[in-house]
């Protein structure tokens, strides 16, 4: 079975980190793209951040450059998001995609992954 689970979510405040997590199992890791998107309250899903688990290039959406750092740890099937200066428009539920490196074309869109996490709830407070 297919399962994508996230944790690490929680509440800190303006300027605070947090790590969070995306545990996969079912598939195979090795050969994918592993993606982080989040969704605010009366926002669009915005992809954030996406790793290949193949070759280790990474992309980064330009709210989120060089505060967060996406990273693959192959052996444990699990990436992580270095979360650093936290804002408050950083609120959202985050969610772990993933997707075959070999059909993935465009790895900040929503549709070109297949599987799914349930999310992961950050809330910055200001």
């Known amino acids: 079975e297919v399962q994508l689970v996230e944790s690490g979510g929680g509440l800190v405040q303006t300027g605070g980190s947090l790590r969070l997590s995306c545990a996969a199992s079912g598939f195979p890791f090795d050969d994918y793209a592993i993606a982080w998107f989040r969704q605010a309250p009366g926002k669009e899903r915005e992809g954030i951040s996406c790793?290949?688990?193949?070759?280790?290039?990474?992309y980064y959406a330009d709210s989120v450059k060089g505060r967060f750092t996406i990273s693959s740890d192959n052996a444990k099937n699990t990436v992580h998001l270095q979360m650093n200066s936290l804002k408050p428009e950083d609120t959202a539920v985050y969610y772990c995609?993933?997707?075959?490196?070999?059909?993935?074309?465009?790895?900040?869109?929503?549709?070109?992954?297949?599987?799914w996490g349930q999310g992961t709830q950050v809330t910055v407070s200001s």
């Open positions: 995609a993933a997707g075959s490196w070999d059909t993935v074309r465009l790895v900040n869109l929503a549709q070109e992954y297949d599987y």
């Open positions: 790793i290949s688990t193949t070759d280790g290039s990474t």
